[in-house]
C-alpha cells in the first residue's frame, strides 16, 4: 500500500457535537412475529379454502395437485419473507442486525429452493394423470400460459441457491456471487404470471389475486423506497474524504466529512456501506464499521488493506465524493447502557470497540483484551489506553501467532474469569476474525455466559 497522503480537506468544527443517534424502532420483536404469523396463517388459509385438505384424500392426482398448490403457495410465502428482508426493513434490522437478516435471508431462500423442487415433482405427478409424463413436460414447460417463464425462472432461483452454497460461493469473489444473486429477482418475477392463472386458487377467486397482487406490490414498494431509495439518497448526498491518516503499515484511518453529515444518525458500534463515485469503484459498496463516536467533524472508518476496494478507498484523493449508506448493527453503546462491557477484538475488529468506548462513560468500567498478530497490528493502541484509563477500565494486550503464545487457549472460561473476574456482570462484544470470534464465544459458553449478553456478527455470505 502506497503512504497515504494526509491533511484536511474540510475544516473541522472547533467544537464538534455528537451526531443523534440511531432512530431506534417502535416495532416490537412480538408485533414482527405477530406479522409472520398472520401471513403463515394467509398462506395456508388461502390452501384450506380451496379444498386442500379434502383433495388430500380423493387418490393420488388430486392429492398431487393438492401438494402441488400448497408447496407453491408456502414456496412464494418463503420467497416474499427473503425478498422483504432485503428491503432492510428498519424495524427489523434495529432489533437483529443486517447481519442476522441476511442469515434468515439465506435459510428462506433455501427453503424456497427445496419447496420449488417438491412444487415442480408434485405438479409433474398430478399432470401426469391426465395424459403421461411426456405431455406432462411438455404443459409444464411451455404448453400452458406462463410456464415457459415460470420454468426459467426456477432455473436461475436453483443457480442462485447453488452459487450460495459456501463451498461454491468461496470460489467467487463478492462482486461475482451478488451480481450472480440478483438472478434471483428475475426468477421470482418470471415466476408470479403462472401463478394467477394456473389452479384455481387465484385463477378463479378475485379476492384471493387481488390480496396476492396487493402483497407483492407492497413488496416492491419496500424494495423501491427502503432499499433502492436509500441507495439513491446516499449518491445523492455524498460525502467527501476529508482526511487519511497512516495507523498501520496496512491500514489508515479515513475521515469522511461535508454538508451531508446532516442527514445522518448514527451510534459508535454502527457500520456504513462506502461507495466511492469514482469511474471504477461506483457500483460497489464495502461495510465498514466506525472507529469514532460519530460526530459533526464527520466519520472515521479504520480501513485494513484486504483487496482492490479497501487499497483503493485508502488513496483516493482529498476530497472523492463516498455515497455512504446505513447506519447499520444493532449492538451499539447505547443498547449496552449502563452495564459494565468486556470487548474482545483482534486487529481491525478494535474498530467499532474503539468507537464504542469512545462513547461510554465510567459506569461502563470497559475492558478490552486486544488480540494480534504482530506489534503493528494493535490499531488506535494509544486513544484506544486513554479512553480506557479515562473510564476506569483496563486494556490488555495479547501479542504473537497463536502457536508461540505462552497462553496456549487466551479464550478459555479458565483464563477469561481470571482476567475479568466479574465477567458474569458484563456484557461482551466480540470482534475480529472468524476464528478469534469462535474461540471466544466457546470459552464464554463454557465460563456460563448467557448468550443474550454476548454480541457479535456473523459472517454474513
Ligand atoms: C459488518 C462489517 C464491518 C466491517 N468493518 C470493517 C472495518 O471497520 N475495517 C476494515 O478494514 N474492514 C471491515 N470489514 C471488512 C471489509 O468490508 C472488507 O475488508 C472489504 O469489503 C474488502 O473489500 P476488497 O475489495 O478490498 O477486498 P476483497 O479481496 O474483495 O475481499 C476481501 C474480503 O472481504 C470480503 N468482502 C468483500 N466485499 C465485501 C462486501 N461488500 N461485504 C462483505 N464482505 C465483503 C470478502 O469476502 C473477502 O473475504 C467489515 C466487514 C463487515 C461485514
Not at 418475477?189 to 396487493?214: C, E, K, P, Y
Not at 476529508?242 to 444518525?265: K, N, Y
Request: hydrophobic share 50%; proline share 5%.
Amino acid at each position: 500500500m502506497r503512504t497515504p497522503r494526509s491533511g484536511n480537506y474540510s475544516d473541522t468544527p472547533r467544537r464538534p457535537h455528537p451526531l443523534p443517534p440511531a432512530r431506534h424502532t417502535r416495532a416490537l420483536p412480538s408485533d414482527l412475529l405477530a406479522i409472520t404469523g398472520a401471513f403463515a396463517i394467509l398462506i395456508v388459509g388461502l390452501w384450506v379454502r380451496h379444498g386442500g385438505v379434502a383433495a388430500l384424500s380423493k387418490g393420488w392426482a388430486d392429492a398431487a395437485t393438492s401438494i402441488t398448490q400448497l408447496s407453491g403457495l408456502l414456496a412464494s410465502g418463503f420467497g416474499l419473507v427473503g425478498l422483504a428482508l432485503v428491503g432492510r426493513p428498519r424495524s427489523v434490522e434495529r432489533h437483529i442486525g443486517l447481519d442476522r437478516m441476511f442469515v434468515w435471508h439465506r435459510i428462506l431462500g433455501e427453503t424456497m429452493t427445496l419447496l420449488v423442487g417438491v412444487h415442480i415433482a408434485a405438479a409433474l405427478v398430478a399432470w401426469s394423470a391426465a395424459g403421461g409424463l411426456l405431455n406432462a413436460v411438455k404443459d409444464l414447460t411451455g404448453r400452458q400460459p406462463y410456464m415457459a417463464l415460470a420454468t426459467v425462472g426456477s432455473m436461475l432461483i436453483a443457480v442462485v441457491t447453488i452459487s450460495s452454497l459456501a463451498s461454491v460461493r468461496r470460489r467467487m469473489s463478492y462482486e461475482t456471487w451478488y451480481f450472480v444473486h440478483l438472478a434471483a429477482y428475475v426468477g421470482f418475477a418470471m415466476s408470479f404470471g403462472h401463478q394467477l392463472v394456473t389452479g384455481d386458487i387465484f385463477g378463479n377467486d378475485t379476492v384471493a389475486r387481488v390480496l396476492w397482487i396487493s402483497i407483492h406490490l407492497a413488496l416492491i414498494a419496500l424494495l423501491v423506497v427502503r432499499r433502492w431509495g436509500t441507495t439513491m439518497r446516499s449518491v445523492l448526498r455524498p460525502l467527501r474524504i476529508a482526511d487519511v491518516r497512516t495507523v498501520s503499515p496496512d491500514t489508515v484511518a479515513v475521515r469522511l466529512a461535508g454538508p451531508g453529515l446532516g442527514r445522518i444518525e448514527a451510534s459508535a458500534g454502527q457500520f456504513f456501506f462506502l461507495r466511492p463515485l469514482r469511474a471504477r469503484w461506483w457500483w460497489q459498496a464495502h461495510p465498514f464499521s466506525l472507529s469514532a463516536a460519530p460526530s459533526s467533524a464527520g466519520l472515521r472508518f479504520t480501513i485494513k488493506n484486504r483487496g482492490d476496494a479497501s487499497r483503493s478507498i485508502a488513496q483516493m484523493p482529498l476530497g472523492t465524493k463516498i455515497a455512504v449508506e446505513g447506519p447499520y448493527g444493532s449492538c451499539t453503546a447505547e443498547s449496552i447502557g449502563s452495564k459494565k462491557a468486556l470487548f474482545i477484538v483482534g486487529g481491525v475488529g478494535v474498530a467499532p470497540a474503539r468507537a464504542m468506548v469512545e462513547a461510554m462513560s465510567e459506569v461502563n468500567e470497559p475492558v478490552v483484551l486486544f488480540r494480534a498478530s504482530r506489534h503493528e497490528d494493535l490499531l488506535h493502541l494509544d486513544e484506544l489506553r486513554e479512553l480506557v484509563d479515562a473510564r476506569g477500565g483496563m486494556l490488555r494486550t495479547l501479542v504473537g501467532p497463536s502457536a508461540s503464545l505462552a497462553v496456549k487457549d487466551p479464550f478459555s472460561a479458565r483464563r477469561l474469569t481470571e482476567v475479568v473476574p466479574d465477567l458474569a456482570d458484563r456484557a461482551v462484544v466480540v470482534c475480529g476474525p472468524d476464528r478469534l470470534v469462535w474461540a471466544a464465544r466457546q470459552g464464554l459458553r463454557a465460563a456460563g455466559i448467557p448468550t443474550s449478553s454476548v454480541h457479535f456478527e456473523r459472517p454474513w455470505w
